[in-house]
């Protein structure tokens, strides 16, 4: 009896791609190949390129479709493969953070930009997540002392995993809170050695989707994603108007305030920006993509 002939990588990777677009997966065939490289091991896309000729056993197959399951039913790559590149950090990610966007990475130049005359910055993080903004600016701004809050105690603890894999167990430092309420005098001290400290640098990425937008999100953020993380009032902006307004006498003089937000929301923060009179609203910034991502103030 002849033997059934094994498909190829190549194969596999085709009808996976296939099988993705029919299920609605963005970047189908991108996807398909980091599933195939994870589930075979290959390190490497341009190695799975090099082995498209090969033939899969059936103890390959085996290990390759539940994945391939996983991502068609719209669970997130990052879950599936267990982390994601952040700035080159490793961040782990799982349900109980969202899962780090490469257009936030732009919030670490904009700190450094704004910070490179100061020796020893003290950076407040507020809604760490999976602590990847506190991470980078750790390992990237020289001399930082970082502090970085979440009222989530599962995010925290995330975070606190990635701390420790990326080798800041000692230096980066956490606290549990809501919003600046998490930044007490222990918690200063603790992160920048003085109980009196005034933040040198303020950065979140808070909840800003609208609550109107709850069941009409993409599957990979609704399903899998932490409402918490999510959602920001009727109009996405009630958590960064409660955290700008209790900046007043937290900030030294000069110190920027970076935040990421929704593309139309810049224009409401800039009309309501004299309701903080201790701040200055600096502008919007675009993201690589071309898109309003992040507004900035300056404290006065």
């Not at 109107?212 to 902006?237: C, I, R, T």
């Not at 309701?275 to 919007?284: D, Q, R």
């Amino acid at each position: 009896m002849p033997t059934k002939p094994q498909m190829t990588v190549l194969e596999i990777l085709n009808r996976t791609k296939v099988f993705f677009e029919k299920k609605g997966v963005p970047d189908a065939r991108l996807d398909a190949e980091y599933i195939i490289c994870f589930g075979l091991g290959i390190k490497k896309r341009m190695d799975l390129y090099l082995n498209f000729d090969k033939p899969l056993s059936e103890a390959e197959l085996d290990k390759l479709r539940p994945l391939v399951a996983r991502r068609a039913s719209r669970e997130p790559l990052q879950h599936i493969v267990g982390d994601t590149s952040f700035r080159g950090h490793t961040i782990k990610c799982d349900t109980r953070a969202l899962v780090p966007r490469p257009e936030t990475e732009e919030l670490i130049d904009m700190a450094k930009e704004r910070l490179k005359d100061n020796a020893s910055p003290f950076i407040v993080e507020v809604g760490t997540g999976t602590g990847a903004i506190a991470i980078a600016c750790a390992k990237e701004i020289e001399g930082a002392r970082v502090l970085a809050t979440d009222i989530s105690s599962d995010a925290l603890a995330l975070a606190k995993e990635n701390a420790e894999a990326n080798g800041l167990a000692e230096t980066l430092k956490f606290a549990q809170g809501d919003l600046l309420d998490a930044v007490t005098g222990d918690a200063v001290t603790t992160a920048a050695g003085a109980t009196a400290a005034k933040i040198d640098c303020l950065i979140a990425n808070l909840p800003y989707i609208p609550d109107s937008e709850k069941g009409k999100l993409q599957p990979e953020v609704d399903k899998f994603d932490p409402a918490l993380a999510l959602y920001g009032g009727p109009d996405g902006l009630s958590l960064v108007r409660k955290m700008l307004q209790q900046t007043e006498g937290k900030l030294n003089a000069g110190a920027p305030i970076l935040l990421e937000i929704g593309s139309e929301q810049a224009e409401v923060l800039q009309a309501e920006a004299g309701n903080y009179p201790w701040l200055e609203f600096e502008g919007a910034h675009k993201d690589f993509c071309g898109n309003v991502r992040f507004v900035s103030y300056r404290a006065k």
